[in-house]
């Protein structure tokens, strides 16, 4: 139980388009889901935190309106890096929380 | 502000051998402490935790220990196996059920067969 799935698992877009990421946690609901970001061999770094029917807590640093954060339902968080540039290019990864956090199997986005 | 540090950064060992990681954590609050398994192009899984009321929690191969007054905290793995390599994160929260997880900077470990 409490498997994290995301869509897609890898992405490649052009630099001035979005792309939108989804995180569903799929035999459970959670209230709240986050979202990392991890350069190559470098470790997770927390972007937002999602919460179900209110809007996201952005950390410090991180561009509320250029990572978009949606999570409509207790199943579903959606992220859409708009604009993207060639530095947005990344490992994305998102959890959710039950009695611990729960980590999908990431998104791998390259921007061209 | 909060931070975590994780030793060391890469790791090699013989199969058979133990490998032990450190990590030592900032927050004096923090009073949850898991470890993380990652696979290349995967996302991380939890192998193993431990919270501030226990000094040491053991799962057949894996072990961790908490030194709360040194703010530290060791991931202990005992006759390692070539499925073992991947890179291992340490974290700390404050609390395990409202999220924010500090993470380490990922140790690197090679089972060599």
């Known amino acids: 139980g409490a498997v994290v799935s995301q869509h897609p698992s890898w992405v490649i877009c052009k630099s001035g388009t979005s792309v939108k990421i989804e995180c569903r946690s799929l035999?459970?609901?959670?209230?709240?889901m986050f979202w990392y970001r991890q350069f190559p061999k470098q470790s997770l770094m927390l972007m937002a935190t999602?919460?179900?029917?209110?809007?996201?807590?952005?950390e410090q640093g991180v561009e509320k309106d250029k990572f978009l954060i949606n999570h409509a339902s207790l199943t579903l968080s959606t992220l859409t890096v708009t604009s993207a540039h060639p530095e947005d290019s990344s490992f994305y990864i998102c959890?959710?929380?039950?009695?611990?956090?729960?980590f999908g199997p990431g998104t791998r986005l390259t921007v061209t | 502000g909060e931070n975590v540090e994780q030793h060391p950064s890469t790791l090699s060992v013989q199969e058979g051998d133990s490998a032990v990681i450190k990590c030592t954590y900032s927050?004096?609050?923090?009073?949850?402490f898991p470890w993380y398994k990652q696979e290349l192009g995967k996302g991380p899984q939890l192998i193993i935790d431990?919270?501030?009321?226990?000094g040491e929690k053991k799962d057949q191969r894996i072990a961790v220990t908490l030194n709360k007054t040194a703010k530290h905290f060791s991931l202990h793995i005992t006759e390692t196996q070539p499925e073992d390599s991947a890179v291992y994160f340490c974290?700390?929260?404050?609390?395990?059920?409202?999220?924010?997880?500090?993470f380490g900077q990922g140790t690197t470990l090679q089972v060599k067969p």
């Open positions: 959890s959710a929380l039950l009695e611990e956090q729960y």
């Open positions: 035999d459970f609901q959670a209230t709240t």
């Open positions: 999602s919460n179900e029917g209110s809007k996201a807590t952005y």
């Open positions: 927050d004096s609050a923090s009073n949850y």
């Open positions: 431990i919270r501030s009321n226990v």
């Open positions: 974290a700390a929260s404050r609390t395990s059920n409202t999220g924010k997880l500090i």
